[in-house]
């Protein structure tokens, strides 16, 4: 559904409601919810809306309507302004990075995110990015040698073999 107003919205799936907002941005929207981002196929979700409101009672709607319909998707009472990460600013961003990349990851961690990306193909933008990203960084020697190292025996770099 396209909302082009501040809204709050009733998203059902398979007999379940989430009830969400959105400042109304005129594209199509489900939800921001965790369990509505990790469905699928959205075609399978049925969004109404359930009244149109100002900014400033964004929240206190939500709220309301969580209350009233107690809604089984819905991690939270309301209110919280689902995902804000489109007004954070330079400085926010920074901060947030540096918070998340403080965080001490526990191999199994790192070994289950390694498998779910094992074998996804990258865009030809993403891979252009990761290419712009990488311009002009000097390698330390040992970090050339972990990269040998790890592409002993590899094939599949373009016809050339590391032995």
């Not at 409601?17 to 929207?29: F, L, P």
């Not at 998707?73 to 400085?91: I, M, P």
């Not at 995110?113 to 990761?130: E, H, P």
């Amino acid at each position: 559904m396209r909302f082009s107003q501040p809204s709050i919205y009733l998203t059902t799936y398979k007999g379940k409601k989430y009830v969400g907002q959105t400042k109304g941005r005129g594209n199509d929207y489900y939800g921001s919810g965790v369990r509505i981002r990790r469905i699928k196929d959205k075609t399978k979700l049925k969004v109404k809306l359930l009244e149109t409101t100002t900014l400033d009672k964004l929240n206190e709607r939500e709220i309301f309507w969580i209350s009233k319909l107690k809604p089984e998707l819905n991690y939270t009472s309301g209110g919280d302004g689902g995902d804000t990460s489109a007004h954070f600013t330079k400085e926010g961003v920074l901060s947030k990075s540096k918070k998340m990349s403080s965080i001490v990851r526990s191999q199994e961690w790192k070994d289950n995110i390694r498998k779910a990306k094992l074998g996804k193909k990258l865009s030809a933008y993403q891979r252009k990015q990761m290419s712009k990203a990488k311009l002009g960084k000097k390698l330390t020697k040992e970090h050339k040698t972990n990269i040998s190292k790890g592409l002993m025996g590899n094939t599949n770099t373009k016809g050339k073999r590391f032995v």
